[in-house]
C-alpha cells in the first residue's frame, strides 16, 4: 500500500493564481482532512470530509475549497493565492470504524509545501 | 489560555537518558489524547494514544492527569533516533475527533 499521496510535493504560485493540490489514499478510510502548518501556529484543519460526497469546514477554511468525489481522493483548491496561503500542506486520512472496533489513528501525507509569491 | 500548551524546548539529552514532557489543555470536557511524531520537514505520525489511566509502550510511557489537565510523554533510554519534535493532541468531544487540538510541538535532541 502506498498510503496517503500528496501531489505536488512543491509549488510556487504568484499571488492571485489558483491551483489544486491533490491526496490520495488507499486503505479504504473513511474520513480525510486537509491541514496547513505554519510556524508558530501548529495544524490547522482547513476541511474535511466524513465520506464520499460530504465535505465540511474546518477551523481556517476561508480562501479554499475541496471536493471528494471518490471515497480515496479529497481535493483542496486554492481559488486565488495570496502570500498569507504560503505553508505546509497535510492531508490525512482515517479508518474510524472496521469490525466493530473505533480506530483514531491519522495518517498523513508527505505535505506539499507552497509559496505564494 | 490556549487549548492544548506544550514547551517548546528543545530539549538537550544526551544518549541513555530519561526525558518527559508536558502537555496542559484548556478544555476539561476532552475525551481522548495522543501523542504523535513528527521529523524534520516530514509528516507527523502516531506515537501512543492516551486513554483513561495512560499507556506503556516500550521505552514511551504516557500518562493522564485529568483533575490537572494534562498529560505526559516519557522516553526511557533515549536513543538518536528518538530526535524529532512530540506534537500533542486532544480530542475535545466524546466519539469523535473530526477536529482534533494540535499542541505546537516540544523539541527534542538526543546527543551521542
Known amino acids: 500500500n502506498a498510503g496517503v499521496t500528496q501531489t505536488p510535493k512543491f509549488r510556487v504560485l504568484k499571488t492571485g493564481q489558483s491551483m489544486t493540490l491533490l491526496c490520495a489514499q488507499d486503505?479504504?478510510?473513511?474520513?480525510m482532512y486537509w491541514y496547513r502548518q505554519d510556524p508558530g501556529m501548529g495544524l490547522r484543519l482547513i476541511h474535511y470530509?466524513?465520506?464520499?460526497?460530504?465535505?465540511a469546514k474546518g477551523e481556517v477554511p476561508d480562501g479554499y475549497n475541496v471536493s471528494r468525489l471518490k471515497k480515496q481522493n479529497f481535493l483542496l483548491g486554492l481559488e486565488s493565492a495570496a502570500p498569507s496561503q504560503t505553508s505546509v500542506y497535510f492531508c490525512?486520512?482515517?479508518?474510524?470504524?472496521?469490525?466493530?472496533?473505533?480506530?483514531?489513528?491519522?495518517?498523513f501525507g508527505p505535505g506539499t509545501r507552497l509559496t505564494v509569491l | 489560555r490556549k487549548e492544548v500548551e506544550q514547551d517548546p524546548g528543545p530539549f538537550n539529552v544526551p544518549e541513555g537518558a530519561t526525558v518527559a514532557f508536558n502537555c496542559t489543555y484548556s478544555?476539561?470536557?476532552?475525551?481522548?489524547f495522543f501523542w504523535y511524531r513528527q521529523d524534520c520537514r516530514k509528516e507527523p505520525k502516531l506515537l501512543m494514544s492516551?486513554?483513561?489511566?495512560?499507556n506503556e509502550d516500550g521505552r514511551f510511557t504516557a500518562q493522564l492527569n485529568r483533575a490537572s489537565q494534562y498529560i505526559s510523554l516519557l522516553i526511557r533510554d533515549s536513543k538518536l533516533s528518538d530526535s524529532a519534535t512530540y506534537l500533542c493532541?486532544?480530542?475535545?468531544?466524546?466519539?469523535?475527533?473530526?477536529?482534533?487540538?494540535w499542541g505546537l510541538g516540544t523539541s527534542l535532541a538526543v546527543n551521542p
Open positions: 490525512a486520512s482515517r479508518l474510524v470504524t472496521s469490525g466493530g472496533r473505533s480506530y483514531n489513528e491519522q495518517f
Open positions: 492516551v486513554y483513561s489511566s495512560g
Open positions: 478544555n476539561s470536557a476532552s475525551q481522548s
Open positions: 470530509s466524513v465520506g464520499e460526497g460530504t465535505t
Open positions: 486503505m479504504n478510510h473513511e474520513y
Open positions: 493532541v486532544v480530542n475535545p468531544q466524546a466519539g469523535n475527533n473530526r477536529k482534533l487540538i
